[in-house]
């Protein structure tokens, strides 16, 4: 199975301060997703990370506050904008290969002081 | 929108007893997958059900998806410490992107050895 890296593996941040997440695949992968996980909750759906244009946001989640890159096909990045202590979560890149379910990275452990 | 109940939310065992935990859609799904989530770790993929009524097993893992499409449970027989974690059902809607389901809250499991 392909091998999924992110990092950091996890940051301690200061309020107002921006943090960029990185997920490198190692093979060509069909979508790419990140995901948030809140201390002792289920998974959120951020965004679908598009190849080469503006990813897809879910309901709750813009542009401005979580901007994402995917130059190609096995990266993408994650930035968490002006970050107040309500942003300290997981935050996990997902990917999917064909018709595979979801192939979840290290995860990214913010904690936002 | 689309919602995935799960229950129960906790559950502490004594190693070698029973688990069951139980995953409701409002709506007809194409397919649910479960994950398991160690202590500390990231969301691992455990199995899909996309038929109806389909029953799958791995070891002392049995999974099932109800006739109806709407609810899916997993059944842990003889628990063992190394069973210890969360476990999330995730369900997906028909004609849905991959990737794009909706995560039920997760069932903590603890086991007494």
């Known amino acids: 199975s392909a091998v999924i890296s992110q990092k950091p593996s996890r940051d301690i941040c200061q309020r107002g301060t921006s943090l960029t997440i990185q997920c490198q695949v190692d093979?060509?992968?069909?979508?790419m997703f990140w995901y948030r996980q809140q201390p002792g909750q289920s998974l959120t759906l951020i965004a679908t990370a598009n190849q080469g244009s503006e990813a897809t946001y879910e309901s709750g989640f813009v542009i401005d506050k979580f901007p994402i890159s995917r130059p190609n096909l096995t990266f993408s990045t994650l930035t968490v904008s002006n970050m107040s202590p309500e942003d300290s979560s997981i935050y996990l890149c997902?990917?999917?290969?064909?018709?595979?379910?979801?192939?979840f990275g290290n995860g990214t452990r913010l904690t936002v002081t | 929108g689309q919602q995935v109940m799960q229950i129960p939310q906790y559950q502490h065992v004594q190693e070698g007893e029973d688990f069951t935990t139980y995953c409701n859609s409002s709506t007809t799904l194409s397919n649910i997958q479960w994950y398991k989530q160690r202590p500390g770790g990231h969301p691992v993929f455990l199995i899909q059900?996309?038929?109806?009524?389909e029953v799958k097993k791995q070891k002392r893992l049995t999974f099932q998806f109800g006739e109806a499409k709407k609810n899916s449970s997993l059944h842990i027989t003889a628990t063992q410490t190394t069973d210890v974690g969360t476990y999330f059902c995730?369900?997906?809607?028909?004609?849905?992107?991959?990737?794009?389901?909706?995560f039920g809250d997760g069932t903590t499991l603890t086991v007494k050895p």
């Open positions: 093979s060509q992968v069909t979508m």
């Open positions: 059900l996309v038929k109806s009524g």
């Open positions: 995730a369900g997906m809607l028909p004609r849905a992107n991959a990737g794009k389901s909706t």
């Open positions: 997902s990917v999917v290969f064909g018709n595979s379910p979801l192939h």
